[in-house]
């Protein structure tokens, strides 16, 4: 089974502040995280994933996330908050089952609003 | 490239009615996955469908129900809706070969509100 647990479900930084958004997971295998934003009235996307290899991984608009297995954590982090990063983020875990489909199981969200 | 489309944008149904949304794959992409994203949650998984048949289900009701075409696309059907069926409706599609580190690709979504 597979759980993730996004503490917080509302983050308020000011321009320039950095963000932290936590992710804690649950898997009974490795798993394969995700980070998604999600603006509004649109769809979800991707903003960086760990699969394997190096635990810090880089994604689009300056986010990164370290995966931390000692933790069962994955937080995702930007130095600098700009306005157009308000949205709301979604954590996503899914594992390798030994099938060929996988399902994303998705945290509750956390809304980031990032204040002039 | 699209990417993956969805339609319609946005629907309004009474409840006990029968709704059927429509999604296309982003092109190369033979997976296509259905999530539902109640308002202020995050997306929970209905189902997958690969090489037109339903692969991987999750706890949703026999009242959810889809299908897959030879082109990829699919549909999800919704039948006797109730009022806890508004959500906003997620296709996200992928290619089976790529593994359990894949991306998937999202479409707008579809809003369906029941009333």
């Known amino acids: 089974a597979q759980s993730v647990t996004q503490l917080g479900s509302h983050v308020s930084v000011s321009e320039g502040a950095l963000v932290l958004l936590r992710c804690n997971y649950s898997?009974?295998?490795?798993?394969?995280l995700f980070w998604y934003v999600q603006y509004p009235n649109q769809g979800l996307q991707l903003l960086l994933k760990y699969t394997t290899g190096a635990t810090l991984v880089k994604g689009i608009n300056g986010f990164e996330a370290e995966f931390k297995k000692s933790e069962t954590s994955f937080h995702l982090t930007k130095p600098s908050a700009h306005m157009s990063d308000a949205a709301e983020y979604f954590c996503?875990?899914?594992?390798?089952?030994?099938?060929?489909?996988?399902?994303?199981?998705f945290g509750k969200g956390t809304l980031l609003t990032v204040n002039p | 490239d699209a990417g993956v489309t969805q339609s319609p944008t946005h629907l309004i149904k009474t409840r006990g009615q029968q709704v059927t949304l429509r999604c296309s794959p982003k092109s190369g992409h033979d997976t296509v996955s259905w999530y539902q994203q109640a308002l202020g949650q995050g997306p929970q998984f209905i189902f997958q469908y690969y090489e037109e048949e339903e692969r991987q289900r999750g706890n949703f009701p026999d009242r959810f129900s889809g299908h897959q075409f030879p082109n990829y696309s699919s549909e999800l059907n919704v039948n006797a809706l109730l009022l806890g069926d508004s959500a906003l409706y997620l296709c996200?599609?992928?290619?089976?070969?790529?593994?359990?580190?894949?991306?998937?690709?999202f479409g707008p979504g579809t809003r369906l509100t029941v009333l």
């Open positions: 898997s009974s295998v490795p798993p394969y």
């Open positions: 996200a599609s992928s290619f089976h070969r790529d593994g359990p580190g894949n991306e998937q690709f």
């Open positions: 996503a875990v899914t594992m390798n089952s030994g099938g060929s489909n996988y399902k994303l199981t």
